[in-house]
């Protein structure tokens, strides 16, 4: 049985680099004790992301009602689902979501409906849209930085 939430089996299946897809897998599905620290280290660092899907979201965003408008002009929806070093969450707000992730120590992975959508918060700060779709250029205060 599956202690993830779909999306965010999903989200990792989707984002992640070939050779730790199983690993993933096999965490998502419960195969592996989920515990705090295997959670934490899934949004340490973007060691396990797919860097063809990964776009670097300059650090001195701090607004999440911009990153809310970016991710609502790529598809998400108003729902999503937030994994942490907590934990994870399903059917969360996306806006309220994005506001407790920018504002907590430590990373989250906040994904979004529908997939493959997501932002991830490393653990050192940095932040990546992760998304096979187009990054639309939008007015305000979203400073998008293309790799």
């Known amino acids: 049985m599956a202690l993830l939430p779909e999306p965010v089996i999903a989200a990792l299946d989707a984002f992640a680099t070939p050779d730790r897809r199983d690993d993933l897998r096999s965490l998502a599905a419960g195969d592996t004790d989920p515990s705090p620290d295997r959670l934490a280290a899934l949004t340490e660092s973007t060691d396990w992301v797919d860097m063809a ?3 670097s979201v300059a650090p001195s965003l701090g607004d999440p ?3 809310r408008r970016l991710l609502t002009a790529m598809g998400a929806e108003g729902r999503c689902a937030v994994l942490s ?3 994870s969450e399903d059917d969360r707000d996306l806006g309220g979501a994005l506001d407790s992730v920018l504002h907590q120590s430590g990373g989250a992975l906040v ?3 529908p ?3 997501a932002f991830l918060i490393t653990a050192s700060g940095e932040h990546w849209l992760l998304s ?3 990054v639309p250029q939008l ?3 979203i400073p998008v930085v293309k790799p």
């Open 139 to 141: 007015t305000g205060p």
């Open 85 to 87: 070093s907590a934990g």
């Open 53 to 55: 899907a990964a776009h």
């Open 65 to 67: 009602e911009g990153l």
């Open 115 to 117: 997939g493959p959508l």
């Open 111 to 113: 994904v979004c409906r």
């Open 132 to 134: 096979d779709r187009e």
